[in-house]
T-cell receptor, first 115, second 111 residues
């Protein structure tokens, strides 16, 4: 029943490793997002895809690479993890945001901790 | 540069108090303003506001938008400990997919 689901919920790994986070939504939305939330709870947009096409690519190190195999999935791969990557990563989805007034729906987040 | 500022950053009140949270914005081609409540996990949607002066209400929570002065308030009356959370404000601009979030207000309600 979960509308936006992310896996894993927790990820503890060492500096320098490569890891992926997966996101799936069953709401039929056409737009998906990745946000990074720091320890002060500030949500910063990283990427957005609309119908599998990249439409937002904020100033994010190129160690972060999103992939959208279809409009219901948006995965995030991170290479060469650094201490500063420790945060909670949220996936979200919405329907046609530039033209409709529909809110975003968020997943429960993936807490990434770099040792 | 577009920005969204929330105040206060944090607030501690006692059960039964009324609180007012503020969100001011400077966003080109404003389209909508959204309020979310975040407890331990996902931000959950509370309200979307697009027109000035029209109050949205849900139980003890209400919100209103002033597009002339570029701000919104979220009111919570008769607060309960379950209202303790971070309240996030986000603004969307016309023709873009981006929502800009404020830094949030951390509300703690004491029994």
């Amino acid at each position: 029943d979960t509308a936006v689901s992310q896996t894993p919920k927790y990820l503890v790994t060492q500096m320098g490793n490569d890891k992926s986070i997966k996101c799936e939504q069953n709401l039929g939305h056409d737009t998906m997002y990745w946000y990074k939330q720091d320890s002060k709870k500030f949500l910063k947009i990283m990427f957005s895809y609309n119908n599998k096409e990249l439409i937002i690519n904020e100033t994010v190190p190129n160690r972060f690479s999103p992939k959208s195999p279809d409009k219901a999935h948006l995965n995030l791969h991170i290479n060469s993890l650094e201490l500063g990557d420790s945060a909670v990563y949220f996936c979200a989805s919405s329907q046609d945001p530039p033209y409709s007034n529909q809110p975003q729906h968020f997943g429960d987040g993936t807490r990434l901790s770099i040792l | 540069e577009d920005k969204v500022v929330q105040s206060p950053l944090s607030l501690v009140v006692h059960e039964g108090d009324t609180v007012t949270l503020n969100c001011s914005y400077e966003v080109t081609n404003f389209r909508s303003l959204l309020w979310y409540k975040q407890e331990k996990k996902a931000p959950t949607f509370l309200f979307m506001l697009t027109s000035s002066g029209i109050e949205k209400k849900s139980g003890r929570l209400s919100s209103i938008l002033d597009k002339k002065e570029l701000f919104s308030i979220l009111n919570i009356t008769a607060t309960q400990t379950g209202d303790s959370a971070v309240y996030l404000c986000a603004v969307g601009a016309s023709g873009t997919y981006k929502y800009i979030f404020g830094t949030g207000t951390r509300l703690k309600v004491l029994a």
